[in-house]
């Protein structure tokens, strides 16, 4: 058996344990510092084996890429249709918040990629922990320290506005240009890298107390309006990791997604995609004045 360990995401280090011949490629991840790490582990085992998800009801079909399963306990699954070139493969919760599974429907031929599993066990266990869950966002640091959230489809912008950050002010830390961790506790949300990044490529490994949620355009001027709270809870549904595939634990879910809308300051920023319009953003973010109606 080969162990290849992730550096802690959010606190909670990843450990894939591959048996056989079976590799690992962590294709789609850069090099990751990770946090100090004092979390329970999410362990991953993959092996070789019958991909059949028996004694399981399909939930959630996902075209092309997956279909989601609960077993007989309520327990998430994952069946990974062999698109790309790679096999059906099954992912299986083996310990609710901890240990998961991925069987490979025969011995691929490549290395397997770590992506879709690891974020998929990643996913998982932040909701079986009750703590958070994954953004689909970029996400960066002020100069003062506090915590902004830019959640959005793809094609929304987020990679270019990571770039220009990343190219316009270097006390600004970047977090990531893709997937960003949300996490919630008593001393309220919180805001992190992760090893998951977009085009741009980018991984940071802090965090931050979220203060701001900012919903992107591009356009050939710059403006500024605030956001409902009913509005932005609609939108951020759609780029968050909830799990519908799950809708005991979609209330738990759903309370992190409430507690963002209530705390933090929620704007929609329209700007040029330019280095001008990156300092614009900053500038935005930084000021504590009243944005126009929404």
Not at 24 to 40: F, N, P, S, Y
Not at 250 to 270: F, N, P
């Amino acid at each position: 058996m080969s162990v290849v360990r992730v550096a802690p995401v959010a606190d909670i280090p990843i450990v894939h344990q591959l048996t056989g011949d079976l590799e690992l490629e962590r294709e789609g991840v850069v090099e990751w510092a990770g946090t100090h790490g004092g979390a329970e582990p999410v362990t991953i085992f993959h092996e070789v084996g019958d991909p059949t998800p028996t004694r399981m009801r399909a939930v959630l079909n996902v075209p092309p890429w997956c279909t989601f399963h609960v077993d007989d306990r309520g327990e998430p699954a994952a069946l990974f249709h062999g698109v790309c070139g790679e096999v059906d493969r099954l992912l299986t919760t083996v310990v609710p918040a901890s240990a998961y599974r991925v069987r490979y429907a025969s011995p691929p031929s490549h290395p397997v990629v770590a992506l879709q599993s690891e974020l998929t066990a990643f996913s998982f266990a932040l909701v079986a922990r009750e703590m958070g869950l994954i953004a689909h966002a970029c996400a960066f640091t002020t100069s003062a320290g506090e915590g902004v959230l830019c959640p959005g489809v793809s094609g929304t912008g987020k990679t270019t506005l990571a770039r220009l950050l990343s190219a316009t002010d270097a006390s600004v830390n970047v977090l990531t240009d893709d997937r960003a961790i949300v996490t919630m506790d008593r001393r309220g949300v919180r805001v992190w890298g992760s090893p998951w990044p977009g085009a741009a490529r980018i991984a940071g490994s802090g965090s931050a107390h979220l203060t701001t949620v900012v919903f992107i355009r591009h356009g050939e001027s710059a403006r500024c309006r605030s956001v409902t709270a009913a509005d932005a809870f609609r939108r951020l549904v759609n780029t968050l990791s909830v799990p519908l595939w799950e809708p005991e634990r979609c209330d738990g879910a759903l309370a992190v997604v409430d507690a963002i809308v209530s705390h933090a300051r929620l704007i929609e920023l329209t700007f040029p995609p330019t280095t001008d319009g990156a300092r614009w953003v900053l500038g935005e973010v930084a000021t504590d004045a009243p944005v126009g109606a929404a």
